[in-house]
């Protein structure tokens, strides 16, 4: 019987298999570059809704300002008086969107339209006017304590120009908010309602639109003096 050739140690450290050791060295260092990229990657998916979100701002500012061309240069205001249907049509549902080949809303609401914040996880198409942002009710604050817009069963308008509003620049037009879609200015630091929202963007921040359409980053503190009393910021 002849014996079979033996191998020689370079072959058989080419057959042998991975030690614990070696599989265990591999895992690690996958690992480890997994950690490395998964915050990379997310910070770079949080940079690109931020820029969908500005874009969206920008399309939202667009809009607001064609309404008050058309309308006598007044503020847009957050509520309008109820159309024949009953329905009480928001700043997002009566705004001209289709005009600037934007999405109607009160046609086809859907969750990726302009009027939805990307970061707001709260949306739902049956409650769309609900869509994480909210639109200032008093901008003449802290000089007149009067709310613009729809005035109850009265059916009024309460008018103001944008010609009148002082400190556009730092004025808070419209915030990030996990409430509903107009915010009272005092009560931006309130538990309920139109609370501003700083969980989205890190730092304790979030978004505020001015009424010259520019968007910062604000805290809680700034965003209350950029809705009352901007002259103070």
């Not at 409430?179 to 921040?205: E, M, W």
Request: proline share 8%; aromatic share 10%; with cysteine.
């Amino acid at each position: 019987m002849i014996p079979p050739p033996a191998l020689s140690p370079r072959i058989f450290r080419q057959l042998r298999g991975f030690t614990l050791v070696e599989l265990l060295v591999v895992i690690s260092i996958i690992g480890l570059l997994a950690g490395l990229a998964i915050p990379a990657i997310s910070s770079g998916m949080n940079k690109a809704k931020e820029g969908t979100k500005l874009s969206n701002l920008r399309g939202i500012y667009q809009a607001c300002t064609l309404w008050s061309s058309e309308n006598s240069g007044r503020v847009v205001p957050p509520i309008f008086p109820p159309d024949a249907n009953g329905q009480i049509p928001g700043w997002q549902s009566f705004l001209p969107t289709n005009t600037l080949g934007l999405q109607n809303r009160s046609k086809t609401p859907r969750s990726k339209d302009i009027f939805v914040d990307p970061f707001f996880k709260g949306y739902n198409t049956n409650t769309w006017w609900n869509c994480g942002y909210a639109m200032n009710t008093r901008p003449a604050l802290p000089a007149a304590n009067t709310y613009i817009g729809y005035q109850g069963g009265s059916g009024t308008i309460i008018e103001m120009r944008m010609l009148a509003l002082t400190e556009p620049t730092k004025r808070a037009f419209i915030i990030d908010t996990d409430g509903t879609y107009s915010f009272d200015p005092p009560n931006i630091k309130a538990g309920s309602g139109a609370r501003f929202a700083t969980n989205r963007h890190g730092g304790g921040l979030g978004m505020v639109m001015m009424y010259d359409g520019h968007v910062e980053k604000l805290n809680m503190d700034q965003a209350f003096l950029s809705a009352n009393d901007p002259s103070k910021r």
